[in-house]
């Protein structure tokens, strides 16, 4: 009879632990909670597009990823030289960052690109949905870092780096 309990336990616990798993198949996986409590996955990456973050005179600072998800667009914004400060950032329909593409239709207001001490910023949101497919059209798109109120931009550039999305 102890050997019987002591089994059952054993295999109970394995089972317990084996579904909290997450194996290459996909079973398990990351989960966060609502405000409510309620438990979601995390979104899906279905496609993504990159491109590299530069400043006026071309040097790149970092990388900005639109990606395709199940719950809208995500929008990842990774630079590092920039002044500290909270940078307002644009998407303009106009790829290349050309001296242009400020005055290009906006596409999007995107939240403001936080910048440490150390020079260092980082952005990941999810965005309302984009077609990406558009935003890498012949014309593309652009991303741009605008300068803090009070920064002087070297040749009276419009933004302190841009990313261009292009197909």
Same mark, same amino acid.
Do not use: Q
């Given at each position: 009879?102890?050997?019987?309990?002591?089994?059952?336990?054993?295999?109970?616990?394995? =089972?317990?632990?084996?579904?909290? @798993?997450?194996? #290459?198949?996909?079973?398990?996986?990351?989960? #966060?909670?609502?405000?409510?409590?309620?438990?979601?996955?995390?979104? #899906?990456?279905?496609?993504?597009?990159?491109?590299? *973050?530069?400043?006026?005179?071309?040097?790149?600072? @970092?990388?900005?990823?639109?990606?395709?998800?199940?719950? @809208?667009?995500?929008?990842?914004?990774?630079?590092?030289?920039?002044?500290?400060?909270?940078?307002?950032?644009?998407?303009?329909?106009?790829?290349?960052?050309?001296?242009?593409?400020?005055?290009?239709?906006?596409?999007?207001? =995107?939240?403001? =690109?936080?910048?440490?001490?150390?020079?260092?910023?980082? *952005?990941?949101? *999810?965005?309302?949905?984009? &077609?990406? &497919?558009?935003?890498?059209?012949?014309?593309?798109?652009?991303?741009?870092?605008?300068? *803090?109120?009070?920064? &002087?931009?070297?040749?009276?550039?419009?933004?302190?780096?841009?990313?261009?999305? #292009? @197909?």
């Amino acid at each position: 009879m102890k050997r019987t309990m002591l089994f059952a336990a054993t295999a109970a616990a394995a =089972l317990v632990l084996t579904a909290c @798993g997450d194996d #290459e198949d996909g079973v398990g996986g990351s989960f #966060e909670a609502l405000d409510d409590g309620a438990v979601t996955e995390e979104p #899906e990456v279905l496609v993504d597009l990159t491109g590299e *973050l530069v400043d006026p005179e071309g040097s790149v600072l @970092g990388t900005a990823t639109f990606g395709s998800t199940t719950n @809208g667009t995500e929008i990842e914004v990774d630079a590092s030289g920039l002044t500290p400060g909270d940078h307002p950032m644009l998407l303009v329909s106009e790829g290349g960052c050309t001296e242009d593409a400020i005055d290009s239709a906006p596409v999007a207001d =995107l939240p403001d =690109l936080p910048v440490t001490e150390n020079e260092v910023g980082e *952005l990941s949101t *999810l965005a309302g949905e984009f &077609d990406l &497919d558009l935003l890498a059209d012949e014309d593309g798109t652009s991303l741009l870092v605008l300068p *803090l109120e009070d920064e &002087d931009l070297a040749d009276d550039a419009a933004w302190v780096a841009c990313a261009s999305i #292009e @197909g």
